[in-house]
Every structure is written in C-alpha cells, then in structure tokens.
C-alpha cells in the first residue's frame, strides 16, 4: 500500500496499538500532524512544552509498562526535548520520541532550525535514528519500539526530514525484527544461578537489594515470593519503592543518602548482598569502598555492561530478572537454607532504635505531615508523582506505597519540573487512580504551564506544593557544608499560587493549618478536576537521615544529632 512518510507514522503507531501520544508540533514536523489530524486511532495530547511531553510519556510509560510516544519539531523543539530523554536514558524508561527534520538537502547547511539531533540524542538514547530512505521508515519504527521495551528498557530517538514525511513509499510494516547485534539475554547462565544460590544457602545474613530493575522487569509479585519463602530481608532504592509493600514485614525500608537507619545498617552488615535489578548509584551505595564491605555480592541484571562497573561481584548473572527469580524461587527445592530469623529480628530492633521519623509541630506545618496524611486517606488509590528536592525524599521516606508503579519520580537524573507532566501521564494512563504530584516551591514554576494541559484535557492532578520559600535541598546543604552561607537559593518572592491556579481554570487552595489541608484534599479529590493546593511548611526542616558525601552509610546524620 502506498503512503506518504507522514501517514507511514501514523500507521506504524496504530499497529504499535499506541492510544496516547504527547508532542508539539512546528514546520519539520507538520507533515505528520496534518495526518495526526485525519485519524481517530490514539489521542494526540498537546502540551505547552516540548520538555513536558517528554515526561508526560514517562509518566504514561512508568505507569503503565508500556512504551512512551512523543513527537516533536526541529531545532528548538528538539533541543528542548533533550532533558527527557536524558531523564529516560538514565531511569531506563521505554519511550519512542520522532522529531522532525529540516529537508535532506538542507541537512549540513545550517538552515533554519536546523540541528544535529542525532548526534546530540546519541550520548543520551539507548539508540537513534536519521531515516534517510522512505523505504526504511517502516522498519526503523518497528525496530524503535522493539528496542525502547526489551533488554533494558530505554528511550529511543527517531529523526525523519521534512521531505521524506511528504514523500510517497510503500508502507510494509514488519511482524518481528531481525537485529543480529542486538540480542539481550533473557535466559540466565544455570551454572552460575546455581553457584550464587549455593552461596546464598551457607549465607548468615543476606539481604535483598532491589532496584529499579525489579519494576522494568514486572517482578515484584516473583520477589515479594522469594522473600517469604526464604524469609529474607529486602532493601529498596529509590526507583523501586513499592515492591516489597509498606506493609510487608520483610521490608527494611529505602537504603541510601536519605535511605532508613535500619536499611543502612542492613547493607552494612550483610554477608551476601543480593541485587536484583539496581546499578549501586553513589546516591545509594555511599562511599564505595566500604559499602556492603563484608559481603559477597550476587548481581542480577539484564544489562552486562552494569555488572561489575562499580562494585566487585563475586556472582555476576545476566538475564532478565524476572525469569531469574523465578529460576532462584525454583532452584529452593534442593536447597536447605539457614534460619534468617536471628537477622531479620536484629533488624527490625535497629527500626525500633531508630524509626523513620519527623518532629510534629502543633504551630507549624511539617512538609512530611502532608505525605503521611495523603498516604493515610488515599493509600493505594493513588499513583504518586514528585518533582526533584526535599519533598522527593520526603515522599519516599513517608508515603506507604503498595505496588510496584505507585511511585513516579525522576531518580538518575534528578530533573526538576518533571512533577506535573508526569503525573499528567500518569493521569491519562491509569484514570481510575487519583494523581497526585508533591512538589516544592521552586519545581512547580519549572513546568507550571502544564496546568492548561491539564484543564483542557479533564486530566485532574492533584499539585501539592510543599511551599519552605527555598530551594529546600539545596538550602539544606548550604546550612549544613557551607557554614549557612545562603547562596541563590532565598524563594521569597513567589506568586500567588491560588490565583495562578485559577488563572489556568484549576482549583487553587491555600493552607496553614492541618485542618485546612484535610478540607481542601478531600475537595479536590471530589472535584476530579486539575488542582493545585500550596501548603505552607516549615521553613527550615530538614531531610533525614543523611548520609554525607564521601562517608560509609553506617555514618549517618540522624534526628537528635544537634537539630531538634
């Protein structure tokens, strides 16, 4: 069937059974618009902002599985996009972003809105494209799909020119890929699994280290097993919060920076660490050379290239987690394991010691009171997005996420103004859970104009800014490593948040009181319309437990330490 390059894009995300796609449109790309005009097979969701669309098709992607889709122009457009798809890149997000080119012969030329954005998406995409042949359009989008979801998930990045979206080819989309350099191992190495889990059988005091890995994977439900059957203990990072389930008595807490005493203190005295899908960021890990110091290591991932990159592994296992656990769960049969019940105990006395914690205020309003309390009336009914700061790790310290896919955030690349576009996709992806994004005083003007999104498109996320007047993080280490010298970071001068909503046709709420923050939640829950509610927090709080750069996460900065 013949087609132009622009209906071939259309049509390869039909058979993609793609139902959401987020873009902005400009000259390169008008082509593929006019036909986004003609068809009724997905919804194409206009954002004010190339950035945004991005993470728009993060958020849909993280909460559902499934590959992101965002569409963008040339030149600025594309350049503007740039900072999603590192954020992708680095949390392994499946996402598929086409960009419009300028003209085949106008490429090299400098011509208007011309960019390199093949050689500027190479560093930052799991891989890209230049479609230089209309024949080949098909099968590059076929291929970008299959790459963005298997193996590590990742975005991937096509650039179609001006003229071959115009240009008439036949369209033959392929029922499979044929790439014989790219083979990711979904099968694990037997004699491998077999050793690591002999190690795991003469082990003391093993733990679960588990990573966003466990979440790309859809293995939460296998790793929630394993750990019953074998009765041991799990940490979390960052990008894995609810794997294990708040609830679940296994569960140690996050590990890291800002991670749990109990979970630190785990990772320090473990004897056989057991990573399932994590990459040891030096947000989590500390010091290097003195984390999990006295145990031998089992690393899980699909990824080769992560294996051993930063700490030595004594048990190194490629293959897709989740038929690896399910090899690790079956391989129990043979084994006789030892009795964890010593360990977990010591742990669970190190959360007694030393709980995750804040210290109410009857005067003030603390900024994790509202997460607990969102958590204590919404709980699994929401899905939960964070812009990048102290309400971030706030948010991962408190709220009692349930599922693996509950949490949204930006982890590797920390990207401020991620929050709104995010929940946004994650409203359209599940509508049937309340989106609530908590965010701070300064991400919220990052991607603000998203707001006009939201209303015009019935996507009702909750906004809930945890309003200090700082940019509370980095505030808080100037108070804390550079003798208190406040440096840019002093917010003061801010808008009315309310009538800022109000201006973009959302719900806007002021509050100061706790009894004011349960009213308006409730009634923006009941509105199911964009929100917005700023709630006005201490100034001055702190995020803790910290572990400072260059230390061991045994060498933690707790509540108590010189700041009650």
């Known amino acids: 069937m013949k087609m132009t390059g622009a209906k071939m894009v259309t049509q390869s995300l039909k058979e993609e059974r793609v139902d959401t796609v987020f873009g902005y449109p400009g000259g390169a790309i008008m082509n593929v618009y006019d036909e986004i005009y003609k068809q009724t097979d997905f919804q194409h969701i206009l954002t004010r902002h190339e950035q945004a669309a991005i993470h728009a098709a993060e958020g849909y992607a993280k909460a559902t599985g499934r590959v992101g889709v965002a569409i963008v122009t040339s030149g600025p457009g594309f350049t503007n996009a740039v900072t999603g798809l590192a954020d992708a890149y680095m949390d ?23 960019i390199d954005a093949v050689g500027i998406s190479r560093p930052c995409t799991k891989h890209n494209y230049l479609v230089n042949d209309i024949k080949d359009l098909p099968r590059i989008i076929k291929e ?7 193996g590590r998930p990742g975005p991937v990045h096509v650039d179609i020119p001006k003229d071959i979206t115009a240009e008439l080819g036949n369209f033959d989309y392929p029922d499979k890929v044929e790439l014989p350099t790219y083979k990711p191992t979904v099968n694990y190495n037997k004699k491998q699994l077999k050793r690591a889990m002999q190690a795991l059988a003469k082990a003391k005091k093993p733990l679960l280290y588990v990573g966003g890995g466990a979440i790309a994977s859809n293995c939460a439900h296998d790793i929630r097993e394993f750990a019953k059957k074998t009765n041991i203990p799990a940490v979390e990072t960052l990008m894995a919060r609810g794997v294990m ?19 630190n203190m785990a990772a320090h005295e473990t004897d056989l660490l057991i990573s399932l899908g994590a990459r040891f960021d030096d947000r989590v890990t500390g010091r290097l050379d003195e984390f999990a110091k006295k145990a031998k290591v089992i690393h899980i991932d699909i990824d080769p290239a992560t294996i051993a990159k930063l700490v030595e592994t004594n048990f190194p ?17 043979e084994l006789e394991m030892n009795d964890y019940t010593n360990w977990v105990a010591l742990l669970h006395e190190y959360r007694e010691k030393q709980p995750l914690r804040f210290i109410d205020s009857d005067t003030k309003i603390k900024p994790q009171w509202p997460i607990r309390r969102v958590g204590e009336i919404l709980g699994d009914r929401a899905v939960i997005s964070t812009d990048v700061g102290q309400h971030q790790m706030w948010t991962a310290q408190f709220y009692p996420f349930s599922f693996a896919r509950q949490f949204n955030t930006s982890g590797g690349l920390g990207t401020m103004g991620f929050g709104l576009p995010g929940a946004m996709g994650v409203a359209k992806a599940v509508p049937e859970k309340v989106s609530i994004n908590f965010t701070g005083d300064g991400s919220i003007l990052m991607n603000i104009q998203e707001l006009m999104t939201c209303v015009e498109n019935k996507l009702p996320v909750i906004n809930i800014i945890l309003n200090n007047n700082y940019l509370g993080m980095v505030r808080q280490w100037q108070t804390m490593f ?5 440096s840019e970071t002093d917010l003061s001068a801010q808008p ?25 939640l409730k009634d923006a829950v009941k509105a199911k319309k964009p929100a917005l509610i700023e709630v006005i927090v ?4 702190e995020v803790l437990p910290m572990v400072p750069n260059g230390h061991a996460l045994n060498e933690m900065t707790l509540i108590g330490d010189n700041n009650e």
């Not at 609830?247 to 590990?255: A, C, I, T």
């Not at 890291?256 to 979970?263: L, P, R, V």
């Open 144 to 150: 970008a799909f299959h790459i963005a979801s298997t």
């Open 482 to 486: 550079y003798d208190n010298r406040i």
């Open 496 to 520: 009315d948040f309310p009538k800022l909503a109000e201006a973009f046709g959302a719900n806007g709420y002021r509050v100061e009181t706790k009894e004011e923050f349960d009213k308006a």
């Open 538 to 541: 201490d100034r001055n709080e």
């Open 92 to 114: 392994s997000i499946p996402l598929v972003v086409i960009s419009g080119q300028v003209p085949s012969n106008i490429i090299g030329t400098d011509g208007f809105q011309e």
């Open 245 to 263: 389930g708040h609830d679940n008595p296994l569960l140690v807490g996050m590990l890291g920076m800002h991670g749990e005493y109990s979970a």
């Open 317 to 333: 296992i490629v293959g897709d987690l989740q038929v690896t656990v399910r090899g690790m769960i079956d391989s129990l049969e």
